[in-house]
């Protein structure tokens, strides 16, 4: 059975970083890419970060530019969103998101920023 653990959120002043963690196990099939959505509340999700198991690809946020970077480990199955930084604004419930066939998703991490 397909599961997500994410890990790496928290409450964080303005300025700071904080590091999120999304292991993937139990897929079976060819994972094609990675990332990571949020949603604030009242908001849409949306899209953070992704990096393509390819070539590893990696698109932004134009938000995030400049302050976050994803990475995978593709022996782990693992991706990664540091997150530098960070304002007010970061704040939301962050997903790992893992595509396939189909998108899996992960339970949400809760990132605060605040002073």
């Known amino acids: 059975q397909a599961r997500l653990v994410e890990s790496g959120g928290g409450l964080v002043q303005p300025g700071g970083s904080l590091r999120l963690s999304c292991a993937a196990s139990?897929?079976?099939?060819?994972?094609?890419?990675m990332g990571w959505y949020r949603q604030a509340p009242g908001q849409n999700r949306e899209l953070v970060a992704g990096i393509s198991s390819s070539d590893g690809a990696t698109r932004y946020a134009d938000s995030v530019k400049g302050r976050f970077t994803i990475s995978r480990d593709n022996a782990k199955n693992t991706v990664y969103l540091q997150m530098n930084s960070l304002k007010p604004e970061d704040t939301a419930v962050y997903y790992c998101?893992?595509?396939?066939?189909?998108?899996?998703w992960g339970q949400g991490t809760q990132v605060t920023v605040s002073s």
């Open positions: 998101n893992v595509l396939t066939n189909r998108a899996y």
């Open positions: 139990g897929i079976t099939n060819i994972i094609n890419a």
